[in-house]
C-alpha cells in the first residue's frame, strides 16, 4: 500500500487539542491550512514529550546563536478548539523533530502506528526472537506508514508547545504520592501500598 504524506509548510493553523472529558480525553494534532484539515490521535504522554522536546530543542538551537525567542506571546497562543469537521486520518506512532539551519524552522513529522507495531507492543518476548526479521521489514513498513509532516518558525512552535501544555494540564490532577492521574473518586496509589488517595 503507497503512504500518504500529509504536508504543511508554515499552515494557518497547527494545535494540539483534546476532546471529552478528563479521564476518557482523546488527543489530536490537528494541521490547517484553508479547507484543508489533518487530524491525527495520540495518547496524552505523546502530547506532553512533543512539547517539552520542542522547547528543548529550540532551547539548545538558541544557546547556539540561532534567534529564536524566549517566550510566545500571547497572541501568539492559539486557544480556539480543533476544527471541525473532526476525522481521524491515523493513529500516530513515532514522532520526530528536525532543526532546519538555512531557514530556522523545525519540521514536526508524525508516522502512522500500524497493526503489527500494535500487536508488537503486547508480544515483546516474541518481537525480540523476531528482531532481525523485523529489521529488514522496517524499510517496507516505514514506505507504508502514513505521515504528516509541519514546518514552523520558531515562534510558533513556542506557541504550539505552550498551548500543548496547557492542554496537558487540563486534565485530571497527578497523585502527590506516585504521579498517576487523580479521579474524582480517587485511586489505589501505589505508593500508598494500595490504599484509595
Known amino acids: 500500500m503507497v503512504r500518504r504524506i500529509y504536508s504543511f509548510d508554515d499552515p494557518d493553523r497547527f494545535i494540539a487539542g483534546a476532546i471529552g472529558q478528563p479521564g476518557s480525553r482523546t488527543f489530536f494534532l490537528q494541521a490547517r491550512q484553508g479547507e484543508r484539515i489533518t487530524s491525527v490521535v495520540l495518547e496524552k504522554v505523546q502530547v506532553a514529550v512533543l512539547a517539552e522536546r520542542l522547547a ?25 478548539p480543533l476544527d471541525e ?89 497527578p497523585c502527590p504520592f506516585c504521579g498517576q492521574p487523580l479521579n474524582p473518586e480517587g485511586h489505589l496509589c501505589v505508593r500508598r501500598n494500595g490504599y484509595m488517595h
Do not use: C, K
Open 85 to 173: 469537521p473532526l476525522q481521524e486520518s491515523f493513529r500516530v506512532g513515532t514522532m520526530a523533530i528536525t532543526w532546519d539551519g538555512e531557514d530556522e524552522t523545525i519540521v514536526i513529522e508524525a508516522r502512522e502506528l500500524l497493526e503489527d507495531e500494535e500487536a508488537g507492543e503486547s508480544e515483546e518476548a516474541e518481537a525480540e526472537a523476531e528482531a532481525e526479521a523485523e529489521a529488514e521489514d522496517e524499510e517496507a513498513e516505514d514506505e507504508e506508514a502514513d505521515r504528516i509532516r509541519v514546518t514552523l518558525s520558531p515562534r510558533r512552535v513556542l506557541a504550539f508547545a505552550a498551548r500543548a501544555l496547557e492542554v496537558v494540564a487540563a486534565g485530571r490532577p
Open 56 to 80: 528543548h530543542l529550540l532551547a539548545e538551537v538558541r544557546s547556539r546563536g540561532a534567534n529564536v525567542p524566549e517566550q510566545p506571546t500571547e497572541e501568539d497562543i492559539d486557544r480556539a
